[in-house]
T-cell receptor, first 117, second 116 residues
């Protein structure tokens, strides 16, 4: 079974631009979560999508947004990029059965490294 | 307050030795799950092991085992017989039952260096 894929793997943008990152989950997985990883803040949860609906959201400004398509693929968008948005953006998918998701394992993609100049 | 604390920024171990990576957590939820992930320099997070708060036994997966001490709120990862390929960043993470969805709260991580 193919793993989680993310495109592009590397991206260089300038301040003020916007960027769209893509994530394809493992086949059959319905939940996609996004994380931002920086040396200073570590891994921080951005948001989660399940059945095309945002199920949970972290503490990030509105410049960060996402969506999920009917095939479970997800995109995240960052508008008006700032230098501090330079990070590794990780996408994770899980099957997410209904009910308590406590034991659901998230499987991560290789990430997109974004550099904002 | 931090929910997941990993106090060891870096650990060094020789090949074939065992190593313990510390993780303490903070939650008032009686039902929660604890996860360990490995992140090599390539960036991808690799799932290693899971421990549920109600699991009676400590989790084991091959060379990985979890020393789960619920009363102390600690979930230390034990890697037996270290290999050079174990050199990576290791993250402890938690999910509480009272949260929506499957999001994980991560610690800051521990860098493990294995030498020959």
């Amino acid at each position: 079974k193919a793993g989680v894929t993310q495109t592009p793997r590397y991206l260089i943008k300038t301040r003020g631009q916007q960027v769209t990152l893509s994530c394809s989950p493992i086949s059959g997985h319905r939940s996609v979560s996004w994380y931002q990883q920086t040396p200073g803040q570590g891994l921080q949860f951005l948001f989660e999508y399940f059945s095309e609906t945002q199920r949970n959201k972290g503490n990030f400004p509105g410049r960060f947004s996402g969506r999920q398509f009917s095939n479970s693929r997800s995109e995240m968008n960052v508008s008006t990029l700032e230098l501090g948005d330079s990070a590794l953006y990780l996408c994770a998918s899980s099957f997410s059965r209904s009910g308590f998701p406590g034991k659901e394992t998230q499987y991560f993609g290789p990430g997109t490294r974004l550099l904002v100049l | 307050a931090q929910k997941i604390t990993q106090t060891q920024p870096g650990m060094f171990v020789q090949e074939k030795e065992a190593v313990t990576l510390d993780c303490t957590y903070d939650t008032s939820d009686p039902s929660y799950g604890l996860f360990w992930y490995k992140q090599p320099s390539s960036g991808e997070m690799i799932f290693l092991i899971y421990q549920g708060s109600y699991d009676q036994q400590n989790a084991t997966e091959g060379r990985y085992s979890l020393n789960f001490q619920k009363a102390r709120k600690s979930a230390n990862l034990v890697i037996s017989a270290s290999q050079l390929g174990d050199s990576a960043m290791y993250f402890c993470a938690m999910r509480e039952s009272n949260q929506a969805g499957t999001a994980l709260i991560f610690g800051k991580g521990t860098t493990l260096s294995v030498s020959s």
